[in-house]
């Protein structure tokens, strides 16, 4: 069993960067795929962000690309983050979450384990 604790979340004006952290235990985090999810109210939980186990690949979703980069500390086991530029529609509750199988996921349920979520809000 997997637990992962997200931190870094909070009020930040537009334009503004917040980097969020998700630390994993009880489980081998280097051999998990792990991504960055969020889930505005009233709207699907959606993928922002996700990485191979490795590091090696990673997936950004449009709304995101060029503002956001995800990565991982495997040794440390630890993933983070960075959110540069942000807009108001970034507002929302982030999440992260690892997948048992190999791959680059961007599906809600091809993950099995998930943080309790950390918030974000961007005022305009």
């Known amino acids: 069993q997997v637990q992962l604790v997200e931190s870094g979340g909070g009020l930040v004006q537009a334009g503004g960067s917040l980097r969020l952290s998700c630390a994993a235990s009880g489980g081998t985090f280097s051999s998990y795929p792990m991504g960055w999810f969020r889930q505005a109210p009233g709207l699907e939980r959606e993928c922002v962000a996700s990485?191979?186990?490795?590091?090696?690949?990673?997936y950004y979703a449009d709304s995101v690309k060029g503002r956001f980069t995800i990565s991982r500390d495997n040794a440390k086991n630890t993933a983070s983050l960075q959110m540069n530029s942000l807009k108001p529609e970034d507002t929302a509750v982030y999440y992260c979450a690892v997948a048992r199988e190999l791959g680059l996921w961007v599906g809600v349920s091809a993950y099995d384990y998930w943080g309790q979520g950390t918030q974000v809000t961007v005022s305009s």
């Open positions: 990485i191979t186990r490795s590091g090696a690949t990673s």
